[in-house]
């Protein structure tokens, strides 16, 4: 898809965004928030999106907006389109960006496995108060969203661990980004244990990758992005059962989450020093599967006894999260994992969870949240809930030692507070929201979401 800025709006397929209020010029239409209503003239189509009220209007209504306007043009195989940017009448901050956001995201489709391929809208042109950088600038990021989501989109045979490191290692090409790839050989020698065992039983071998973008030399602040790369999660010999196992090509939406944005930084090139590491592993059911019941040492040197192979992210988190702290020292540290299904329980795929040791990058993280549209919710990490992973035939337990599913989220996250030393970290839950597996909600196409580009490149570039 082509943008284009213009003064005017010369295509004969306008999407103009239109608030309860003004709506009452319209026959038959009210303008409510979600509804989208087409009229057409001799010489013209007006797809009209509605916004609400002009009170409630905040950007996110305006992303969405503009995404199920997009779609309706799709829908009608129109070539061309004019964006009316909404009026500065309406005062919303970030209205544009989130205008044209909604129109790069909501156009997304994948179409990689289907013979015929959807109508594509070749040309928008843009008309209204945007400049050209900043343009650009909006474009790069949701390239990185729609980059996250082919990745988490496609076959599980195909993204590998192997196949994320090459896509890394595309990124080198960017003089800011050095790349350096441990293969399963290096992990052992080095003693990632708990990483090397997940991934022991898979034909695709385990890697661990990390990115070093320094933009800014002068200064000594570096900030650590972290991915679980699970490429695709069978639960090991605690076997997913039918049902919850067909999606699991998923759970590695932390590193396309953390590649996404580190392509984000190699184009725009901001004076920021940002290290992704992706820790990444198929866990496998096989001959060679790690078992149950053993206990591991992990790369900080604290034992782990496995409870469950399915529980395999904290594992693969902990020796990424120690190792990264170890050798890049970073000043902060985030990591974006699919860690458990009970974020689902408690918020949906709406609202992703945030844990952190550290009040401030918490708020931080949570201000980026409702600022980019991919939001957060911080839960309790009591010490009740990091004594419940201690262990009685090893330090630690991979399962709390509460009943079966109570608090899975916190605890998992306890479980990796343990691998972290004392820098500031926040851990966040994306298992909810990394996936949409109903139909396309305003900006949020089905299957993969991207979620963490958006919210992470406003996090960095702030
Ligand atoms: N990858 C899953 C979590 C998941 C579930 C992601 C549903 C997306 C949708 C993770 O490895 C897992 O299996 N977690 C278990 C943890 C449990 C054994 C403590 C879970 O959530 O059931
Ligand atoms: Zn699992
Ligand atoms: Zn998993």
Known sequence: MKLKLS????????????????AKGITDFCGESGETE???????????????????????????????GIRKAIELKRDGVSLVLPSQKLRVEGSEKA???????????????????P?????????????????????TICGGVNYARDLVNSNASEITPEKLAQEASALSLSKRIKVTVLN????????????YAVGQASPYPPRLIIMEYSGNPKSKQRTAIVGKGITFDSGGQNLKPTGHIETMRLDMAGAAAVLGTMKVLSELKPAVNVTGVIGAAHNAIGENSFFPGDVYKSYSGKTVEINSSDAEGRLLLADTVAYCHKNYKPDRLIDLATLTGGILLALGELVAGVFSNDDELADELFKSGEKSGERLWRFPLYKEYCDAMKGDLSDLRNLSKFKKGYASSITGAAFIKEFIGDVPWAHIDIAGTAFNEGQARGEIPQYGTGFGVRLLTEYLLK
Not at 46 to 65: D, F, H, P, T
Not at 99 to 117: I, W
Request: proline fraction near 1%; include cysteine.
């Open 38 to 68: 087409v009229r057409y003239d001799k010489k013209s189509t007006m797809i009209y999106c509605g916004l609400g009220e002009k009170a409630l209007c905040n950007a996110q209504v305006i992303r969405s907006a503009s995404a199920r």
């Open 7 to 22: 003064r005017s709006a010369t295509s004969t397929t306008q999407i103009q965004f239109i608030t309860k209020e003004d």
């Open 99 to 117: 205008a044209v956001e909604g129109v790069l995201l909501g156009s997304y489709s994948f179409s990689k496995y289907k013979s015929e391929k």
């Open 119 to 139: 109508h594509a809208v070749k040309t928008v042109e843009i008309t209204g108060d945007l400049s050209s950088p900043d343009l650009k600038k909006i474009e």
């Open 184 to 195: 399963e050989k290096k992990l052992k020698q080095q003693g990632l244990n708990l990483l």
